[in-house]
Antibody
Framework: QVQLVQSGAEVKKPGASVKVSCKAS????????LHWVRQAPGQGLEWMGR????????KYSQNIHDRVTITGDTAANTVHMELRSLKSADTAVYYC????????????WGQGTLVNVSS | QSMLTQPPSVSGAAGQRVTISCTGS?????????VHWYQQLPGTAPRLLIS???NRPSGVPDRFSGSKSGTSASLAITGLQAEDEGDYYC??????????FGGGTKLTVL
């Protein structure tokens, strides 16, 4: 079945970087875009950016474009999200999500990865 | 700050009908972009509930329906059940095909 499986929880200190991975299975990886969405504790959903898994084209939210990089590995059917210069406000659950080609909605979500930034 | 506006909370008795509004602008919903709705139950990842304004993905009960008009959209839930308690988010696109979410609405079933 179609699924996205993310890497495990991380604990980082302020100023450090974190890299979260998202492995896709059950579909043709290169045909879809994958997005990253985060959710701080008790807060709503915040879009971070996306990658076209076929050609590697990326787009980022203006809020964090200077600290985030999304990359793809087509051989491993995996995308990675790296966030640099971490702050306590980056403590959140990070989700990867696939966009349905026909409708544009996020039809498949990863299980989420908790990143805790604490000194 | 969210670019789509939702009420922070709604509530209704079991069996009743509730609606959740999602108000955008001419830069997102009003520009013709589809609106999608997600349900997030406690401790779980969001789940696509309504896609492209009105479509229910396979497995979503027909108690859930969506509509869109102008710069706004709505999610309606009929026959409320206790299992519907959770957070609901609308989502669309903005300039440059950036993604925008509503702030979320907490549904309480009384």
């Amino acid at each position: 079945q179609v699924q996205l499986v993310q890497s495990g929880a991380e604990v980082k200190k302020p100023g450090a970087s974190v890299k979260v991975s998202c492995k896709a299975s059950g579909y043709t990886f290169s045909r879809y875009s994958l997005h990253w969405v985060r959710q701080a504790p008790g807060q709503g959903l915040e879009w971070m950016g996306r990658i076209n898994a076929g050609n590697g084209d990326t787009k980022y939210s203006q809020n964090i474009h200077d600290r985030v990089t999304i990359t793809g590995d087509t051989a491993a059917n995996t995308v990675h999200m790296e966030l640099r210069s971490l702050k306590s406000a980056d403590t959140a659950v990070y989700y990867c999500a696939r966009v349905d080609i026909l409708t544009g909605g996020f039809d498949v979500w990863g299980q989420g990865t908790l990143v805790n930034v604490s000194s | 700050q969210s670019m789509l506006t939702q009420p922070p909370s709604v509530s209704g008795a079991a069996g009743q009908r509730v609606t959740i509004s999602c108000t955008g602008s001419t830069s997102n919903i009003g520009a013709g972009y589809n609106v999608h709705w997600y349900q997030q139950l406690p401790g779980t990842a969001p789940r696509l509930l309504i896609s492209a304004n009105t479509n229910r993905p396979s497995g979503v009960p027909d108690r859930f329906s969506g509509s869109k008009s102008g710069t706004s959209a709505s999610l309606a839930i009929t026959g409320l059940q206790a299992e519907d308690e959770g957070d609901y988010y609308c989502q669309s696109f903005g300039s440059g095909l950036t993604v925008v979410f509503g702030g979320g609405t907490k549904l309480t079933v009384l």
